[in-house]
């Protein structure tokens, strides 16, 4: 698998991406914000949809810490939105079909299901500080606890804690 294009302390590359809400979501745009990208395989399946309202009841806490939120799978705007609305995301998902965050942040992973193998999303959160640098990342997400430790982090670093 080749090697992640984003490096800890490192600037992430601009990046444009089409996102619920008629939204197209540009990294510069979001200079001076936190943001935290998670990356999930499918929507309306149990852990995503879990992962999902995890970060949709933490939401106000991130806000009031100067984030935004984002989920990125490869489902299309369509099923997005369906999924925002059905489990009242206050954050705007994005779609990445043709893979291009996916490949940016290295998250394609060979998965098995049912003795199959195929490529699939590996579950990941990433950490923009407001200046565009990768501040942290967190591979292989296990739902469980993932959105505290997230909310952890982003407090110790915003007190220059780390």
Same mark, same amino acid.
């Given at each position: 698998m080749s090697e992640s294009n984003v490096q800890a302390g490192q600037p992430v590359p601009d990046f444009s991406a089409p996102a619920t809400g008629g939204r197209t979501v540009r990294l510069s745009d979001l200079k001076g914000k936190w943001v935290v990208l998670y990356f999930y395989p499918?929507?309306?399946t149990p852990g995503c949809t879990l992962e999902g309202r995890a970060f949709r009841d933490h939401y106000e806490a991130f806000k009031q810490l100067g984030a935004e939120i984002f989920g990125v799978s490869r489902d299309?705007?369509? *099923?997005?939105?369906?999924?925002?609305?059905?489990?009242?995301?206050?954050?705007?998902?994005?779609?990445?079909?043709?893979? *291009?965050?996916?490949?940016?942040?290295?998250?394609?992973?060979p998965k098995k299901m049912f003795g199959r193998e195929y490529r699939g999303i590996e579950r990941s959160t990433f950490l923009i500080d407001p200046e565009g640098r990768l501040a942290?990342?967190?591979?292989?997400?296990?739902?469980?606890?993932?959105?505290?430790?997230?909310?952890?982090?982003?407090?110790?670093?915003?007190?220059?804690?780390?």
């Open positions: 499918k929507d309306h299309s705007l369509k *099923t997005h939105e369906n999924f925002k609305a059905r489990q009242g995301f206050p954050f705007e998902l994005i779609s990445d079909q043709d893979e *291009t965050l996916c490949r940016l942040f290295d998250v394609i992973r942290a990342e967190w591979r292989k997400v296990k739902v469980q606890g993932h959105v505290d430790e997230v909310l952890a982090k982003l407090r110790a670093l915003r007190q220059g804690g780390g």
